[in-house]
Structure formats: C-alpha cells, structure tokens
C-alpha cells in the first residue's frame, strides 16, 4: 500500500479543525500573519499533537483585513523581521508543549509572489535560516523559491489537490471560477493522477510532470472534511493511504 502525504492549513478560524486534523499527515498553522492568535495557535497545536499530525508554521504578509491574499509592496527588512516574528510565536508555543515544529509554508500571496519573485523568496529563506536549516521549506517545484533553497533549506515540493492550475504551473487565480476544486470525486481524480504518473492536468494546456511529495487540500474549502473522508474512503481501493503518525 503506497502512503501519502496530506497537509492542510489550520489555525484560521474555521469551524472543523478537530475533524480535520483526524484526517491529514501535516497542518500549517496560521501564525499572526493573516489569520491566528496566541490562543488560537496554542489550540491548534493540541489538536495536532492529539492527533499525531506534523506542524508546520503558516506564514504571510501581514495582512488579516486580506486574510493575505493581497501580494504588499514592503521593505524585505520588515517583511523579514514579520516573518520571524511570526515562526518564532508558533515555535515557542510548540516547544513548550514538548512538540517540534517540523516546517514552513508560505502562505496566500506571499506564497504565489515567492514562486517567480526572487526577492521575496529570498526574504522567505532568509526568515527560516534564522531558526537554522532544520525546518523543511514547502514550496512548488521549479518555483524560484525552491531553486534558492537548495542547498541551504530542505524542501519539501506540494501540489494542490483542490485546485486547478495553469498551463505554466502557477494556480488558477481565485478569482477565476473553478480555481478551487470542491466536487470530491475531482478531487480524488486531480490527487490520484499526481500521485499514479505523476502527472497534473491543467485546466487548460496538456499535461505537465510533477514529483510533489506533499498535497494539500485547504482547511477553509466548505466541504473540505467531506472530501478527506471520501478520499480516505477511496484511495484504498486504489493501492494508496494517507499516511498518518
């Protein structure tokens, strides 16, 4: 049986975070940027040590009127110091808990912008190499991110299993319809082709390779529990589990 990786974006204010963190591998917790408190990262944190479940910090511009998914003209200097400021809240909190922070995934914009914009991904890496190299950086494969990163960070490539992309392996805009996948039956066949022929299908265009190791499958999609359960239903019949500690 092949196991899979899935993470999910936790930590934002959504209803279902207990029975999502039942579900996945990994969960990035929003850490003041975007979404998040002291409260609700030390809450998160419990949930994923109940569970068995990776942390990861869920960073972002600092931008909670935008839930940041605004891209923001900032110094890198500030955007540095916000980033770090934001890893070491999450950091602290799961280390008095007796847990460890396994990675860090870019959030929103920040996350889209550090796929062709050196600068800010360099920023990004920076932020994470003030904690030293042992935090895993996610990151998209080819983006200029994850080519910065190597040999400095470990990175982890991702793939999205609720949304569609575009022919030059950037995601669909969400402000373009169907940029989010919500039907679970498209789903399980968008995850299945990734991780069978490695393979992703575009919304438009033909086909282009991926070697993505992790999938994630956002926390605030309406029905997101629903689909991790079809999912976890499903895929045994194929030969593959999500993997779980």
Known sequence: MKKIHI???LGEGGEHEKELMALISACNIACGGHAGTLETMQHTVDLAMEHGVEIGAHPSYPDKE???RVSIDMEQKELKRSLVAQIMGLKQITEAEGAVL???KPHGALYNDAHSNAEVAQTIIDAILEFG???VLYAAEGSVISELAKGKLKVRYEAFADRNYNADGTLVSRK???AVI???EQVLDHLFSMISIGKITPQKGQNFDTLATTFCLHGDTPNSVEILQYLHRELPSRNVEIYKA
Do not use: I
Request: hydrophobic share 15%; glycine share 12%; proline share 0%.
């Open 102 to 104: 396994t990675h860090v």
């Open 182 to 184: 919500t039907k679970k």
């Open 176 to 178: 373009e319809s169907g």
């Open 133 to 135: 190299d042992d935090l």
């Open 7 to 9: 993470n999910c974006d």
């Open 66 to 68: 935008n839930f940041g």
